[in-house]
């Protein structure tokens, strides 16, 4: 056991899988083999057991029908008058009578193919009538009947009829026949007045059981053992058969050896002849389906197993397969030398979708790292910038509001009103050096644009602004919508002839916000612009949102010639 554990450690994992597969098929492929033959055996016995005993009922319902035919024939046969009649007279001087039991006995025989012939008589008269269509009428049978063993149990029966083998009567001579016989008496004073044979032969027998189909044989005998009905005559000697039916029991089934072979006997007596109607059946018969199966089943398993072999070596080569992809993935990782493009696995398995996530995992992360990396880049940037606007903005603000004051002295209102929306302006652009403002600021400083603007353009441009209350103290990155108010009026509503509309909508939906610019002016082809590097300023609003708020966020236009732009932000709240 240790040395199994041992050499098992000692193996790589490709050859462990490979025993682990092969094992898994072996040892439930031999379990089914033991089981399958030992089942096809029990099934096979079973099966004929099942068979032979309903066979064995059947011809026990055949033979008592055909024992009530045979009495229903004797008794209609005793119970007609003229039968009475005829064996009643003293001499054969009534041919009325001698004619109707003629033609009564026909009718019988003619009916009734099994029958061999019908003996009626006593030491009087007597009549015999045979299928040939020989028809005797005599007084020379009852003499030689009366000295036999046969019609002394005949008499002994008293009216009740029985079954005998003629060994010692004989009415068809050329045919080995049974006969029913049973004593005739008169039916007022139940005297006997003579007797009743009907002679029949194994035909009977192999109608009813002429359609079996077997390697065995059947047998019908009787309480004394006497063979009425043997199948295949040549199969047992009169020693072995004797010996078969000399200790059966009423009905069952058993096994017995004879002459060094082993036979299943299923056997039943009949409740009114006492017959034992026997089916006897080599063994070896039965198991060679049995063994046939088992061959089969050893063949199909021995083949499944090769199968099992290839499989296993298949599945083994593709499992190291994957994982050795997944080692030199690992080494990549471990290096550290960038995306991992090179190398992919198949996603049909756990291994291969794993790899693959891991692969991606690993390139997201990656990439993750580079942009943060830019980001911090840009943020400096951005931090630089704003020290250089930040560089004494007491001096922009006090130049301002000098210029507010002197245009007020001089009632120079334009003027003074421009110098103050400036002042305003660059201080909320500033935002005390924060690169990060609210949606409240953006829009004021929007609104000191375009007072700017507004006098620039002779209040010509109708302005419209819509923001959700609920979102004006959101915080996005600043600078993000004057550009695009900017670009609104000078590419589209400057040019413009007519009214000139420009609406501003901010709106929230779970976390996601949306500012629009929208405007009514000469449109423009944004692929075209961006194709010759003019949108320059478009680009990098986009830039600086996905760069912030990921790639799922950004600026998107919207732009019809001669009908209007919608430039749409869309930002995230849960940065």
Do not use: C
């Not at 045979?70 to 064996?87: H, K, P, R, T």
């Not at 044979?197 to 027998?205: E, G, T």
């Not at 290096?335 to 756990?350: A, M, P, T, V, W």
């Not at 644009?449 to 600043?478: A, F, Q, T, W």
């Amino acid at each position: 056991m240790k040395f199994l554990k041992f050499y098992y450690k000692s193996k790589s994992i490709n050859v462990k899988i490979f025993l682990l597969a092969t094992l898994s098929s072996l040892i439930p492929l031999s379990i089914l083999t033991i089981f399958s033959f030992f089942y096809f055996s029990h099934v096979a016995e079973k099966q004929v057991s099942t068979t032979t005993t309903n066979f064995l009922e059947i011809a026990d319902w055949n033979t008592n029908t055909f024992i009530v035919d045979i009495e229903s024939i004797g008794n209609m046969l005793l119970g007609a008058g003229y039968v009475q009649d005829f064996l009643k007279q003293k001499t054969q001087e009534s041919y009325n009578l001698q004619i109707a039991t003629r033609d009564l006995l026909i009718n019988v025989i003619n009916n009734k193919e099994y029958i061999n012939g019908i003996y009626l008589g006593n030491e009087n008269i007597e009549y015999i009538i045979k299928n040939n269509g020989h028809i005797k009428y005599t007084d020379e049978i009852y003499g030689e009947l009366k000295n036999t063993h046969t019609f002394q149990k005949i008499r002994w029966n008293k009216g009740r009829g029985s079954l005998y083998i003629e060994d010692d009567i004989n009415l068809i001579r050329d045919m080995n026949s049974i006969s029913y016989g049973k004593t005739i008496n008169d039916i007022n004073t139940f005297r006997s007045i003579g007797i009743l044979l009907i002679s029949f032969d194994d035909r009977v027998f192999k109608k009813m059981f002429g359609d079996i189909i077997t390697d065995g044989n059947i047998v019908v005998a009787g309480q004394d053992m006497q063979v009425y009905y043997n199948k295949d005559s040549g199969m047992f000697t009169k020693g072995q058969l004797d010996n078969i039916l000399s200790g059966l029991n009423k009905e069952g089934l058993i096994k017995k050896e004879i002459d060094g072979k082993q036979y299943i006997i299923n056997y039943k007596t009949n409740s009114k002849t006492n017959w034992k109607i026997v089916s006897i059946m080599p063994y070896k018969s039965l198991i060679s389906s049995t063994i046939n199966h088992r061959n089969i089943t050893i063949i199909l398993i021995a083949f499944s197993f090769i199968l099992a072999l290839i499989s296993s070596s298949f599945i083994t080569n593709r499992i190291t397969h994957q994982l050795n992809i997944l080692k030199r993935v690992t080494k990549k990782m471990e290096s550290g030398n960038g995306k991992i493009d090179r190398l992919s696995f198949d996603i049909e398995d756990e291994i291969g979708r794993i790899g693959n996530k891991l692969i991606t995992l690993y390139n997201r992360n990656n990439k993750l790292i580079i942009k943060l990396y830019e980001s911090r880049l840009k943020t400096k940037e951005v931090q630089l910038l704003n020290l250089q606007n930040n560089i004494n903005p007491h001096f922009l603000y006090n130049t301002l509001n000098s210029m507010y004051l002197m245009s007020e002295k001089y009632n120079a209102k334009p003027v003074a009103k421009m110098a103050l929306s400036m002042s305003e302006y660059f201080r909320l652009v500033l935002n005390n050096g924060d690169f990060i403002t609210t949606i409240h600021n953006e829009i004021e400083q929007i609104k000191r644009y375009l007072e700017i603007m507004n006098v620039r353009y002779g209040g010509k441009i109708n302005i419209s602004i819509d923001i959700d209350p609920h979102i004006v103290n959101e915080k996005i990155i600043k600078l993000l919508i004057q550009p695009l108010v900017e670009n609104a009026i000078i590419h589209g509503l400057a040019m413009k002839e007519g009214r000139k509309d420009l609406k501003i909508v901010g709106k929230k939906s779970k976390s996601i916000i949306t500012l629009e610019v929208i405007d009514n002016g000469v449109g423009f082809d944004y692929k075209q612009i961006i194709s010759i590097d003019k949108g320059y300023a478009l680009k990098n609003i986009d830039n600086r949102i996905k760069l912030y708020y990921g790639n799922d966020f950004g600026l998107t236009i919207e732009s019809n010639i001669d009908k209007g732009t919608i430039a749409r932000i869309t930002v995230n709240t849960e940065v």
